[in-house]
């Protein structure tokens, strides 16, 4: 007599609660919501910002080289005077080891500038991304090495030029810019492996 009353209590609760159909089975899969769609764009709005560093750090190596190779190249003679020898720093082979160099980074500083405005301003491109990688980072460390060698040993071939004479101080200049070329290009070259390696690794 009880088990009746227990069965016929169950069963009017039950009549009581409304089947729910499955939920999970009819509900469509859920759109992505905002945040989602704020987080997969953060690496397409970081990567403009990479860009405009390297082409600011670009623009200054060019800017430096330029400096330092035209003050080498403006104080000397257009004929060269043999009674006076040592009055061009063509007579000093470190001197024009050092102008070699920076030539090369205004080349190189210039050809990457030129790249970098037209990747931003969309224009197109001269490589693609793996190769324009591998490159900058292989000649980013080739001219830290000349910039910084080429510096070193000009530093005494200054000593052995007479002081306060137009070469001494056109040498002062072009080997200040150049190791201040050295220290962007440095910069480029960190830029340049960090690039490389998270294409690389991650």
């Known amino acids: 007599m009880q088990g009746g009353k227990n069965l016929s209590f169950f069963k009017s609760m039950a009549e009581g609660f409304p ?12 759109t992505p919501s905002p945040f989602s769609i ?57 001197l024009l080891y050092c102008f070699t160099a920076v030539m090369l980074a205004f080349a190189y500083s210039l050809f990457q500038l030129f790249k970098g405005i037209l990747e931003i301003a969309d224009k197109g491109t001269l490589m693609s991304d793996k190769v324009s990688d591998f490159t900058s980072f292989i000649f980013d460390q080739l001219l830290v090495y000349l910039l910084v060698s080429s510096s070193s040993v000009a530093i005494p071939a200054i000593k052995q030029i007479e002081v306060l004479s137009p070469l001494w101080k056109a040498s002062i200049i072009s080997v200040s810019f150049s190791f201040a070329t050295f220290l962007v290009i440095a910069i480029c070259a960190l830029l340049s492996g960090y690039k490389l390696c998270k294409r690389i690794i991650w």
């Open 38 to 94: 704020s987080i997969a764009s953060t690496g397409w709005s970081s990567r403009p910002s990479i860009h405009l560093c390297d082409l600011l750090l670009r623009f200054l190596a060019f800017l430096f080289s330029f400096v330092s190779a035209l003050s080498l190249v403006i104080i000397s003679p257009k004929k060269k005077d043999k009674a006076s020898p040592g009055s061009s720093f063509g007579d000093y082979t470190e």
């Open 19 to 30: 089947v729910v159909p499955n939920s999970f089975a009819q509900q469509p899969f859920p």
